[in-house]
């Protein structure tokens, strides 16, 4: 056994189901030199840690024992952002979507025609949203190839597990920040797909990426949909029912479909690896079709709240069986934490909850359902930030919680006084995960760091076993 591989031992939070998580007070999690969990043993006394290590015949390793502030959980996946916005984040609050693109985000994106731009930006976002514990992000660079290109070679030094398009706009954008026809962006498109799997990386992947209906013109999202047929390995990301005027525009330039979803499905680019940020305004027969095309949804709550979208029913679509994940959507977003996305999830599912009591007959019609017109509890809000991020990506089977052959991608979270963070460090209860109540100490605590805890309690941010970030992290 190499000398690089890894146990830990100490306290593990593992999400399960959507409504289930393991809290596991001591637990074993062995981990290989190619950063994949090789066995993981739960409710392990001291005493047992060496005969366990020799089981595995793993008593050459390193042992890493976590202190009784610590916990391991896994990564969380941020499945909608955009990277060329960052810049303008936090301002234009006083807009919505469209006149928000026009007055702030669109002169922003332009800026990375300059690839000079691009390297000085492009840095701080891999490590901004790395310090926040995202081990997996879906970017949308702007339209730019060469910029594009280069947030790819970022990405893959950076160590995070990523997917990068760059976005395909051949009308209503701005002459300034356009493409010259449907061909060029296609071009463009498989350029930039060529150049990525030409990286010396399994973490960073193309996606193709029509930034919204709005902005694609049917020739050029019926070419993406015929590239997205010929490779169907490569994943799709864009965007649906935001915004009611967004959907009324939309429904005003594809007259011949009868939905916003209908567009993207008429063009190919409705499929099981398909990635739909927001659906806040979706009719119900677009909710069966995105369930029938198996097609996931980036629930992107910051956003929707600060340009005024509307309240997302995310738990209709749980009930439904389609995939959800959670996106931070910067710029819309405020904030490049997946925290922060599970704060305002919470607080939005509370609010289609108040909605609802006023809605008639709404028990009756309810009482069978899981998840609708209901807030979400904490293991929901987990599963969302990891394995229903993961479930998104299609990554299932790779990330998003600690089972034998998934790869470590994995954060250690710590509310050690010494992190300095005021909302958590009044919390000084001395006790370690030990005893008749470290089971419910170790959950008090998950709660604890979802609502009040940020980037200085993530102090280890740890990707396909290679640590990348947090506040144990140097390089």
């Known amino acids: 056994m190499s000398t690089s591989a890894r146990v830990y ?3 593990i939070i593992n999400p399960v189901h ?4 393991e809290a596991l007070p001591q637990a074993l999690i062995g981990v290989t030199s190619d950063g ?11 005493h047992q840690v060496q005969d366990l290590l020799a089981k595995h015949s793993w008593s050459d390793v390193e042992l890493v024992a976590l202190d009784k502030w610590d916990w391991l959980m896994p990564g969380f996946i941020d499945t909608h952002t955009h990277a060329c916005q960052f810049p303008n984040i936090g301002i234009g609050q006083q807009y919505q979507l469209l006149d928000w693109l026009e007055n702030v985000t669109f002169p922003t994106e332009a800026k990375f025609a300059d690839t000079a731009y691009a390297k000085q930006i492009y840095p701080s976002v891999l490590t ?8 997996t992000c879906c970017y949308y660079a702007s339209l730019h190839l060469e910029s594009t290109k280069i947030l790819a070679d970022i990405a893959h030094a950076s160590g995070q597990r990523a997917y990068i398009g760059k976005c395909n706009m051949d009308r209503e954008s701005p002459p300034t920040y356009i493409e010259s026809s449907p061909e060029q962006s296609v071009a463009d498109t498989e350029a930039l797909i060529k150049y990525i799997r030409s990286l010396p990386t399994t973490l960073v992947h193309p996606i193709i990426t029509p930034r919204f209906a709005i902005s694609c013109t049917s020739p050029l999202l019926h070419q993406l949909g015929a590239l997205a047929a010929k490779d169907p390995t490569v994943p799709i990301q864009t965007h649906i029912s935001e915004n009611l005027a967004e959907i009324a525009f939309t429904k005003s330039l594809f007259k011949d479909c009868e939905t916003y979803a209908d567009v993207y499905d008429s063009h190919g680019l409705l499929k099981h ?3 739909l940020a927001h659906a806040v305004h979706l009719e119900p027969r677009e909710i069966e079709l995105i369930k029938t095309r198996n097609a996931g949804i980036s629930h992107c709550p910051t956003s929707n709240l600060n340009l005024s979208s509307g309240s997302v029913k995310v738990g209709e679509m749980l009930d439904k069986g389609i995939k959800v994940g959670l996106g931070t959507d910067c710029s819309g977003g405020f904030a490049a934490s997946i925290l922060t996305v599970v ?19 709404n028990t009756a019609s309810k009482s069978d359902s899981t998840f609708a017109d209901k807030p979400l509890h904490v293991a929901t809000l987990l599963y969302l930030a990891t394995v229903g991020g993961a479930r998104v990506c299609n990554l299932q089977d790779t990330v998003g919680s600690f089972e034998v052959g998934k790869s470590f991608d994995a954060l250690r979270i710590s509310l050690n006084p010494r992190t300095k963070n005021p909302g958590i460090s009044a919390y000084e209860d001395p006790s370690g995960f030990k005893g008749a109540d470290s089971e419910k100490l170790l959950r008090e605590r998950l709660e604890k760091f979802l609502f009040c805890g940020d980037d200085r309690n993530i102090a280890e941010v ?8 947090g506040q144990n992290f140097s390089g």
């Open 9 to 11: 031992y100490g306290a």
């Open 18 to 21: 959507l409504r289930h998580f």
């Open 36 to 46: 994949e969990i090789a066995w993981l043993e739960k409710d392990v006394e001291d």
């Open 128 to 135: 901004r949203l790395i310090s926040n514990g995202t081990t």
């Open 273 to 275: 690896n398909t990635i």
């Open 343 to 361: 704060q305002h999830a919470s607080i939005m599912s509370k609010v289609v909850s108040f909605e609802a009591r006023g809605k008639v007959n």
């Open 462 to 469: 740890w990707v396909a076993g290679r640590l990348i970030g």
